[in-house]
């Protein structure tokens, strides 16, 4: 006969899953053709999920939360806390669920042991090990033999480290988010030893990196930030587009620290040589510094030359534990040049935004929110330019093979001095649908109105097909207010 018993202790032991906090707000553009993210929901971490949930996670983190443990055989002896089980048996603790065949330890002191090791599961990761130790009271413990997913990440080791803060696999271990089975990995990532901060970043020493089954490069440090803004330095970047010809892009960083690093933009165009762009980076879990040297693109691929360009910048931050708020903030400042004119760029300002509105049980149904402030100052016509921003999208997920969604955009665009990264129009409304013929191919067309002028300023179609870890997508372009038609074609890695 099966037999419970109710057990207090946290178990905290998991990898970090992928996280979207802490993003950064840099004054870029703030119209996207590509939409809203319909999955991001999924992955939030506490700081961006609802008020109420946030509010629960504290009051967890503040008391002893009851374990469950679930067995054919389950004993347990009071006056000295042991406890053991056999059989099917389950542990459940808040979203975790631990399963395994045998498991003992001691209430009082906090101890578990699982020798024939076990499986544990939670909404966006599970991992196995062979034989597992851990103390529920000060959160320690050690792992042998773990493999498992974590968000996009497929990962094993020979052994962990758990402490309260940090995950360490200490005896080597590798990684990749190619779910590859017959051939190689598209991408994969060894580590002599990897250091998991859950929910901040991802720090492994001695690092290889193989394409194909293939050793392409080695580093001494990769530091992977899980804020969602990791700019992908695994392989290079192919697109064309008629303004630039074909285009070839590489993006290297150097960790000097953890949080320091030495990058490196290299880029090519068929039309414009070689522009390549070089900086350091300061980046932590709050903030971060950047200096830069060299040449930026944006989408509409306007081209503009950056000299001894300073950013900092505060990430996104929640206001208060009572409010389903955000807030972000930078400041700029830099010698710019765009064609003939050269003038120095200071810009500043500051966004909010509401966490996202959810209008059914299935998060299918959604509304975002932004509003900020900006200010851009030139000394090449000693001009200043002050505007607020306003966005709003609201997004709906059908199936697995509709969504559509509809934005709005306000950002006054006249004044500004240079055309890299300048609104196309001041109010823009954008309706987009998507259609996913399997999970390899895609059909999207946006529609950008001008609510301005009264007029459809540009219609998109863009096509989407996946090579396993790798995808191209080409994209026409009808500017019908400017009468300009192109194509542009990008060939990438994704997953990464």
Not at 143 to 171: R, W, Y
Not at 212 to 221: L, P, Q, W
Not at 313 to 320: E, F
Not at 465 to 485: L, M, P, S, T, V
Request: proline content about 2%; glycine content about 8%; charged content about 25%.
């Amino acid at each position: 006969m099966k037999k419970q018993i109710l057990l207090a202790g946290v178990l905290t032991f998991s990898v970090a899953s992928t996280s979207f906090a802490a993003s950064y707000y840099n004054g870029s553009d703030i119209s996207d053709r590509q939409g809203p993210d319909f999955e991001i929901e999924e992955t939030l971490p506490v700081e961006k999920t609802s008020v109420a949930a946030s509010k629960k996670a504290k009051n967890e983190q503040k008391q002893v939360l009851p374990i469950v443990l679930y067995g054919d055989n389950v004993l347990y002896h009071k006056d000295t806390g042991d406890f053991s089980a056999t059989g099917n048996v389950r542990v459940l603790q808040g979203q975790q669920t631990l399963y395994t065949t045998k498991v003992e330890g001691n209430l009082q002191t906090g101890d578990v042991f699982l020798h024939s090791g076990g499986r544990l599961t939670e909404p966006d990761a599970q991992m196995t090990g062979e034989w597992l130790r851990y103390n529920f009271n000060n959160k320690t413990g050690e792992i042998k033999k773990i493999a498992g997913t974590s968000g996009k990440d497929i990962f094993k080791a020979n052994h962990a480290t758990i402490t309260p803060d940090v995950i360490i696999l200490d005896e080597g271990g590798q990684t990749t988010r190619c779910p590859a089975v017959i051939h190689d990995p598209c991408v994969l990532i060894t580590a002599k030893k990897v250091e998991i901060y859950p929910k901040e970043k991802i720090i492994a020493h001695d690092v290889k990196i193989y394409i194909k089954g293939k050793h392409v490069y080695s580093r001494d440090v990769w530091v992977n930030k899980m804020d969602g803004k990791q700019t992908q330095s695994i392989a290079p970047r192919l697109s064309y587009s008629e303004d630039d010809g074909l285009k070839l892009k590489f993006h290297y960083e150097y960790n000097l620290s953890e949080e320091l690093s030495a990058v490196g933009d290299f880029n090519y165009t068929d039309k414009n040589g070689y522009r390549p762009t070089y900086g350091i980076n300061y980046d932590t879990k709050d903030y971060y510094a950047k200096l830069q040297d060299g040449w930026s693109e944006d989408s509409d691929d306007h081209w503009i030359k950056k000299q001894s360009d300073f950013t900092v910048g505060l990430k996104n931050k929640r206001i208060s534990d009572g409010l389903p708020l955000t807030y972000g903030a930078y400041y700029n400042h830099g010698l710019w040049k765009e064609d003939d004119i050269k003038s120095w760029h200071t810009e500043y300002g500051i966004n909010f935004n509401h966490d996202r509105i959810y209008f059914d049980n299935q998060k299918s149904f959604f509304l975002d929110l932004g509003i900020g402030a900006k200010q851009k100052k030139e000394s090449y016509d000693e001009s200043t330019t002050n505007t607020m921003t306003y966005n709003a999208s609201l997004g709906k997920k059908f199936d697995e093979r509709w969504n559509t969604w509809a934005s709005y955009y306000w950002e006054k665009s006249k004044e500004d001095l240079f055309q890299y990264n300048r609104p196309d129009m001041q109010e823009e409304l954008q309706n987009g649908l998507t259609y996913n013929f399997d999970k390899n191919n895609s059909l999207t067309f946006v529609n950008r109105y001008d609510l301005g002028n009264g007029g459809v300023y540009e219609q998109d179609w863009r096509y989407r097909h996946n090579f396993c870890c790798w995808q191209i997508e080409i994209e026409y372009r009808d500017k019908k207010a400017e009468g300009d038609k192109s194509w542009h074609i990008k060939y990438d890695l994704v997953r990464w």
